[in-house]
């Protein structure tokens, strides 16, 4: 799930691993340079209420039923998945979607396909995301339906010669005499940089940016608080209202009008801050800028105390290098400083029969 235990004073909790904190570090640093370019952004998220409420299921103090519907139905009913986007603008018009549930289930993410996704992106939100003036950038999750590959990846599971296909339309070079093992070792390397989403290139193409946010991080997220707030509207009205598909959407309807664009500017603004405060906590003062890494080059020359320095633009930067920040020397000891995983690594140089080999001697995390 990215995260790990960690033990402190005795005690187990819950921390980011260095993989998630990574894309988070990132999608810090990419939302605030685009808040410093001005973009306009359109939150989007799926939801879920029941024909009768679910008041049953909040947290209350005991005996404090302050905010509780007078009535409260244990059955809740039928459920309906809902999706909307938004953003400091209010709701964006012609963008909410409805959904009976079709299946018996609590979890609403299996009424929601990546078909039915890619429809609404394309019939609903496209066209009335291109009637909005600027730049517009699209902030969604990492949910199923939200990430369907533009392209089949190729998987273990796959047959030998489906395998070969691949790397043969690829224009990969392979050997026809090697395994299947085999043949997937050369294909793990090439996949990442195939790895697309489908919702991604639909809205490249019509000119608008999508933005994912880390996995886990609804808070970054304002239409969250949205959510809430039409939810406990619904769930403290719902009782007094018949029965019926009709008069859940009618409320709904209502709900979601309560919810007035200062207070959507509100939210996005309460989010922006919580996104600040978290980039100052990971990386203090840091420009969110992006630094020129310095590119530390190991190979095999005369003299061994010499180090060579590159700069290379940023379209030439693999992920690794980006996070290169710093770098010392001493004597056979060289330290790399990663700031972004916050994590340093000694390297010992050593001689093998007239070549150079670098030998990883610790590694350790900096709190």
């Known amino acids: 799930m990215g995260y790990r235990y960690k033990k402190v004073n005795n005690r187990k909790i819950l921390i980011e691993g260095p993989r998630l904190q990574s894309q988070k570090i990132k999608f810090l640093r990419q939302y605030l340079q685009l808040v410093d370019q001005n973009v306009t952004f359109v939150f989007l998220d799926e939801t879920w209420i029941y024909e009768h409420g679910s008041a049953v299921r909040r947290w209350v103090f005991e005996g404090d039923r302050r905010g509780m519907p007078e009535k409260v139905c244990m059955n809740e009913g039928k459920r309906f998945t809902i999706l909307h986007a938004g953003g400091k603008f209010g709701f964006l018009e012609g963008c909410d979607l409805f959904l009976d549930s079709k299946v018996d289930s609590r979890?609403?993410?299996?009424?929601?396909?990546?078909?039915?996704?890619?429809?609404?992106?394309?019939?609903?939100?496209?066209?009335?995301?291109?009637?909005?003036?600027?730049?517009?950038?699209?902030?969604?999750?990492?949910?199923?339906?939200?990430?369907?590959?533009?392209?089949?990846?190729?998987?273990?599971?796959?047959?030998?010669?489906?395998?070969?296909?691949?790397?043969?339309?690829?224009?990969?070079?392979?050997?026809?005499?090697?395994?299947?093992?085999?043949?997937?070792?050369?294909?793990?390397?090439?996949?990442?940089?195939?790895?697309?989403?489908?919702?991604?290139?639909?809205?490249?193409?019509?000119?608008?940016?999508?933005?994912?946010?880390?996995?886990?991080?609804?808070?970054?997220?304002?239409?969250e608080m949205v959510w809430g707030f039409c939810k406990q509207y619904y769930n403290k009205h719902i009782l007094e209202?018949?029965?019926?598909?009709?008069?859940?959407?009618?409320?709904?309807?209502?709900?979601?009008?309560?919810?007035?664009?200062?207070?959507?500017?509100?939210?996005?603004?309460?989010?922006?801050?919580?996104?600040?405060?978290?980039?100052?906590?990971?990386?203090?003062?840091?420009?969110?800028?992006?630094?020129?890494?310095?590119?530390?080059?190991?190979?095999?020359?005369?003299?061994?105390?010499?180090?060579?320095?590159?700069?290379?633009?940023?379209?030439?930067?693999?992920?690794?290098?980006?996070?290169?920040?710093?770098?010392?020397?001493?004597e056979d000891e060289r330290k790399m400083v990663c700031k972004d995983e916050q994590m340093i690594c000694l390297l010992e140089t050593t001689e093998s029969e007239n070549q150079s080999d670098v030998e990883l001697l610790t590694v350790e995390f900096v709190d």
């Open 107 to 223: 979890d609403y993410h299996k009424t929601m396909t990546g078909d039915l996704f890619k429809q609404w992106t394309e019939q609903q939100l496209i066209p009335n995301v291109k009637q909005m003036s600027g730049k517009v950038v699209v902030i969604m999750d990492n949910a199923p339906y939200h990430s369907v590959h533009a392209e089949q990846l190729p998987n273990f599971s796959w047959k030998k010669s489906k395998l070969q296909l691949w790397l043969h339309q690829n224009e990969i070079p392979f050997d026809s005499n090697l395994t299947k093992k085999q043949l997937y070792e050369i294909i793990k390397p090439n996949i990442l940089s195939r790895k697309k989403y489908l919702i991604d290139e639909l809205l490249s193409k019509n000119g608008i940016q999508v933005l994912r946010l880390p996995p886990y991080h609804c808070q970054y997220n304002p239409i």
């Open 241 to 330: 209202q018949p029965s019926g598909k009709l008069k859940v959407a009618n409320l709904w309807k209502k709900a979601l009008s309560k919810y007035t664009p200062e207070m959507w500017l509100n939210s996005v603004k309460h989010c922006e801050q919580i996104i600040k405060e978290d980039w100052v906590r990971l990386m203090g003062n840091e420009s969110v800028q992006d630094i020129p890494p310095i590119i530390i080059s190991l190979a095999d020359s005369d003299d061994e105390s010499i180090i060579s320095f590159r700069s290379e633009s940023a379209d030439d930067i693999s992920l690794e290098d980006e996070n290169l920040l710093e770098c010392s020397e001493e």
